[in-house]
Nanobody, 115 residues
Framework: QVQLVESGGGLVQAGGSLRFSCAAS????????MGWFRQAPGKRRVLVAT???????NYADTAKCRFTISRDNAKNTVYLQMNSLKPEDTGVYYC?????????WGQGTQVTVSS
């Protein structure tokens, strides 16, 4: 069982920045991939960015050039730096960890970007 604890959400004006962190209860060396997903009100949960154990990174088109995902293996933590935020980035952000066929989710953290 993997527990994920997220922090860093909040209210920010358009053009501002936020940084999320997701701390895992286990060594992230054993986690195949970690990532961030966003769920806007009334919408399905969608991928924002992922990073594999080997360091391969994938971004949603909406996140490219604005968001940066990174990991600190010593702290078992993955980060998401979000810059140039837009109102359409509003939603609940969830951290995810995938180990083979198992998927684990954090509790979610709210981000509201005001125009």
């Amino acid at each position: 069982q993997v527990q994920l604890v997220e922090s860093g959400g909040g209210l920010v004006q358009a053009g501002g920045s936020l940084r999320f962190s997701c701390a895992a209860s286990v060594s992230i060396f054993g986690i195949d991939a970690m990532g961030w997903f966003r769920q806007a009100p009334g919408k399905r949960r969608v991928l924002v960015a992922t990073i594999t154990s080997s360091g391969l990174i994938n971004y949603a088109d909406t996140a490219k050039c604005r968001f940066t995902i990174s990991r600190d293996n010593a702290k078992n933590t993955v980060y998401l730096q979000m810059n140039s935020l837009k109102p359409e980035d509003t939603g609940v952000y969830y951290c995810n960890a995938g180990i083979r066929l198992d998927s684990y989710w954090g509790q979610g953290t709210q981000v509201t970007v005001s125009s």
